[in-house]
């Protein structure tokens, strides 16, 4: 199994931030709604003569952060994307939307200083993701559970309210053909974050 090249970034800066042992800005809630790009990294399967192709997709969602007066953190992520899937071949011939949902749970650790207005952060945590529809079974859905490793900035707009880019990478065992094989998606997202 290959190491999965976002997480050949993640985990630098987690051991950068454990050796630095930085602050995190006192502690909070915060939602953020978020849009973006839902990226599947292994998009092409074949099954009994059909070829499977899975497209990139929008995703909508939204985080939910508590943050302790520590560097740690908990976010609850949830997101949508439509996730258009194509199958062509001998025995199907169809276009839809697989109507995926995601979650996940992330331990997070903030890496920016205390006093800094820049958040910088990396989470990892357990996952579901679940498709409303099957890809070569129209009728059925499937659900999936696995991980996701992510991190962002935070740019600050005022006292309470800033910009959040995230990079998350939902790692898991996805059956698209018949058998369960590992997949990493990512979800490339921007949101507005509000703070309390």
Excluded at 26 to 36: K, M, N, R
Excluded at 76 to 98: C, D, K, L, M, Q
Excluded at 178 to 186: T, W
Aim: include cysteine; charged fraction near 15%.
């Amino acid at each position: 199994m290959k190491f999965p090249c976002v997480w050949r970034t993640i985990v630098p800066l987690a051991s950068f931030a454990l050796a630095a042992r930085p602050v995190q800005a006192q502690g909070g809630v915060s939602i953020t709604p978020f849009a973006g790009v839902f990226v599947p990294t292994k998009n092409s399967f074949a099954s009994l003569g059909n070829d499977i192709k899975r497209s990139n997709s929008f995703i909508g969602g939204a985080r939910l952060t508590f943050w302790a007066k520590s560097p740690l953190g908990l976010e609850f992520v949830a997101g949508y994307a439509p996730a258009r899937v194509e199958v062509a071949g001998a025995t199907i011939n169809a276009s839809r939307h697989s109507n995926l949902v995601v979650g996940g749970l992330k331990l997070m650790l903030g890496i920016s200083p205390a006093l800094s207005p820049l958040g910088i952060y990396v989470g990892v945590g357990p996952a579901i993701i679940r498709r409303g529809t099957d890809v070569l079974q129209n009728n059925r859905s499937q659900t999936d559970f696995g991980g996701v490793v992510g991190g962002g900035v935070r740019l600050p707009l005022g006292h309470s309210i800033g910009v959040r880019f995230d990079v998350e990478d939902y790692v898991y065992g996805g059956d698209f053909s018949g058998s369960k094989q590992f997949q990493n998606d990512l979800a490339l997202t921007a949101g507005l974050s509000a703070s309390f």
